[in-house]
């Protein structure tokens, strides 16, 4: 209570609470997400699919929007997060909490290991190295088909009951509801991480990071450890796959995911954690559409979607969105 | 008045039995293709302000990098407060205690200035509060983005950046090019203020010899990347035709 009454606490003490405090933007969401639930249950599974991408999406944003680290080989977090997932339940354990701890273990320790050797680079050849990286984890998934299945994916296992209560069902109430329950915590669990003084050295590494080197911080373990968060989040995104779905197929290490996950971001707008959010929600919901409409040629509406997104609103839809409303406020301020 | 380039003749100048904070000794340094500096050695007490002057192109910038790890040194020694730096990391220098303000000044231009102070602040006396009493501009436009700023705030913050990480030294490299001279005055006191009520050493990069004089207790002139001369400001100040044959210089500035 002393803080309370110490008059040069309390700035330090509204600027915590209106960082971790709850928006608008959060309340909207949890009441889309509750609105799925009861209003299109038949709409479950795809929304399942959306939860899990915002995991993936925002564990790729901590990366490129706030770290800088350019990477086209994101979706080898995810897979690894799916394997380890899917083995951990086959050999281990189907106590589903715990397999999603394992798979963010595994996959960030991927992480520091794959970090420590990709990240001293920059630009074209870090995103090449990073490209390199998840194209080798893939073609070893590949080739050991005996342990993992290799094409026809890893399966067979079963997952017990969430928290020993909540049984999986066959209209997926279960794996939405618990997949939307882990994107709380992810998402919570990233904007602290954005919040921190951590992440501010991080944006500090995106903007110059010979100038971060200058003022004394390491800059490659920093990066290093980013990354190795960033994978660990993608690893339960990809664990909440492999249970949900009981399947980890190839597909989950391979360059079209790392390239959809860059996509969606683009789409939602890069280093603001809202941007994976819509982004996902706007390209899955998309890519279903455009599949109904042509499913041979939905590709090509996605694609025209991107250029438009590209061209309109260069720093992604929420980035547009926060512009107009920076400009609104600014007129309103006007007499 | 030429001073042979030995240890003890530098530190006549600071009296001789002031600690020592800075030791370069006899390096030779520059680029992957060049070779900049030539047999250079100096040293600087704690607390001292000294002036690094010459013409374009002498080295001056190359000698601040090479004190801060930013440029192939082949031989010599750095001491800082006794301690070899000479293969140490940039970021290890730091952290022993020197800071580098960079001529382009570098703001994070995505970052805001609170976030540009807070970003590698280190505890100790100078807090962010602090930075603000000394540059108040700051505070007031603590919420805008880096890359909002006037020339003038942005050099007060790279200074104050470099000073929130607590540093003994401070390197600055032409830190008045380009502002207008209301803005360098308020700098100028800025950095008396440091070195007064801070107890922080600085070594200078001037091209405006007045103010070089103004600032500094001693004076090295660079020529084609080794010393000419090596005195204190006061003698420095009272031999006008010294400085015009050493500088090519008046005292009036370039």
New interface residues.
């Given amino acids: 209570m002393r803080e309370l009454r110490d008059p040069s606490a309390l700035p330090e003490m509204r600027s915590a609470l209106r960082t971790h405090r709850l928006g608008w933007f959060e309340v909207v969401m949890l009441a889309v997400f509750a609105a799925v639930y009861y209003l299109l249950p038949g709409y479950l599974p795809l929304a399942t699919q959306v939860a899990i991408m915002i995991i993936f999406a925002i564990s790729l944003d901590l990366a490129l929007g706030y770290g800088g680290i350019e990477t086209l080989g994101h979706a080898v977090f995810y897979g690894i997060g799916g394997y380890a997932a899917g083995f951990y339940a086959l050999y281990v354990w189907q106590e589903p909490i715990s397999g999603l701890l394992v798979a963010a273990l595994v996959a960030g320790l991927f992480g520091v290991l794959s970090g420590i050797v990709v990240l001293r680079a920059k630009g074209l050849t870090l995103v090449m190295l990073t490209l390199a990286c998840a194209t080798m984890v893939h073609e070893f998934a590949n080739s050991m088909r005996a342990i993992t299945g290799g094409d026809d994916g890893l399966s067979g296992y079963r997952i017990d009951p969430v928290l020993g209560l909540f049984r999986f069902d066959l209209f997926g109430r279960t794996a939405y509801v618990y997949s939307v329950c882990v994107l709380i915590v992810v998402f919570l669990l990233a904007r602290i991480v954005a919040n921190s003084n951590f992440g501010l050295v991080a944006r500090g590494i995106r903007s110059n990071s010979q100038r971060m080197q200058l003022l004394g911080v390491p800059v490659l373990n920093r990066l290093v450890l980013l990354y190795a968060v960033s994978g660990a989040l993608a690893g339960i995104a990809g664990a909440l796959s492999a249970q949900v779905t009981k399947l980890v197929g190839l597909n989950t290490l391979a360059f079209t995911l790392s390239g959809n996950v860059l996509i969606v971001l683009i789409l939602g707008g890069i280093g603001r954690l809202y941007g994976a959010v819509i982004g996902s929600i706007v390209f899955v919901a998309l890519s279903d559409r455009a599949a109904a409409i042509d499913p041979f040629n939905w590709l090509f509406i996605l694609g025209g979607l991107i250029v438009l997104v590209v061209w309109l609103a260069p720093d992604g839809i929420v980035g547009r969105f926060s512009a107009l409303t920076w400009q609104f406020r600014k007129q309103e301020r006007k007499p | 008045m030429r001073c042979a380039r030995t240890s003890g003749c530098v530190m006549s100048i600071w009296g001789g039995a002031m600690d020592k904070l800075l030791s370069v000794e006899a390096i030779h340094a520059g680029y992957a293709t060049a070779r900049v500096l030539h047999d250079v050695t100096f040293s600087l007490p704690e607390k001292s302000t000294l002036a690094l002057l010459g013409r374009n192109g002498v080295g001056k910038t190359t000698l601040i990098e090479t004190i801060?790890g930013?440029t192939v040194q082949t031989t010599g020694r750095i001491a800082f407060r006794g301690r070899d730096i000479s293969t140490m990391?940039?970021?290890?220098r730091?952290?022993a205690g020197m800071?580098?303000v960079?001529q382009q000044r570098?703001i994070?231009?995505?970052?805001t200035v609170e976030?540009n102070l807070?970003?590698?602040a280190?505890p100790g006396e100078w807090t962010v509060s602090r930075i603000y009493d000394l540059f108040p501009r700051l505070h007031e436009r603590r919420t805008n983005g880096g890359g909002q700023l006037s020339g003038g705030e942005q050099q007060m913050l790279a200074m104050g950046?470099?000073l929130a990480?607590n540093p003994s030294l401070l390197l600055l490299d032409e830190p008045f090019e380009g502002l207008a001279p209301v803005i360098v005055d308020l700098l100028v006191d800025a950095i008396n203020r440091i070195r007064t009520e801070g107890a922080i050493a600085s070594i200078v990069v001037e091209h405006h010899v007045d103010l070089a004089l103004e600032l500094a207790d001693a004076v090295i002139v660079l020529d084609r990347g080794r010393i000419s001369w090596l005195g204190s400001s006061q003698e420095l100040k009272a031999a006008p035709e010294l400085m015009a044959s050493l500088i090519g210089l008046g005292s009036g500035g370039e």
Wanted: hydrophobic letters at 40%; glycine letters at 4%.
């Fill in positions: 801060m930013l990391q940039p970021h290890h730091n952290a800071a580098l960079p570098e994070f231009r995505s970052l976030e807070k970003v590698a280190r950046r470099a990480g």
